[in-house]
């Protein structure tokens, strides 16, 4: 089971943090990619982060503004967003998976989290 964590209202250029915790312990097993997806919108890939977290990727939407990391002996997956616009305004997921690919993409997702909402307004 997977929870994400820390949306909320940001005004523009603001930044924020997303967590993303595993309550059946065994996230250090899986890669973790987040998603967003706005209202009318599609759902977007943004980052990605292998199980050791040796590698990380990123969509050209948000690169050089989001950063990715994961803590293994906590068994959470975070993202940091930095610059944000109302344009980021959207719920954000979480979800664990079997490997990542260039451009965010995370390959065989086996689990969800139910999403987080980040609002960026002023």
């Known amino acids: 089971q997977l929870v994400e964590s820390g949306g909320g209202l940001v005004q523009p250029g603001g930044s924020s943090r997303l967590s993303c915790t595993d309550s059946g312990g065994i996230l250090d097993e899986f890669a973790i990619g987040w998603f967003r997806q706005a209202p009318g919108k599609e759902r977007e890939k943004l980052s990605c982060i292998s199980s050791s977290g040796d590698i990380t990727t990123y969509a050209d939407s948000v690169k050089g503004r989001f950063t990715v990391s994961r803590d293994n002996v906590k068994m959470t997956g975070s993202l940091q967003m930095n610059s944000l616009t109302p344009e980021d305004t959207a719920v954000y997921y979480c979800?664990?998976?079997?490997?990542?690919?260039?451009?965010?993409?995370?390959?065989?997702?086996?689990?969800w989290g139910q999403g987080t909402q980040v609002t960026v307004s002023s």
């Open positions: 979800a664990a998976g079997a490997t990542c690919r260039q451009g965010g993409t995370i390959l065989v997702v086996q689990n």
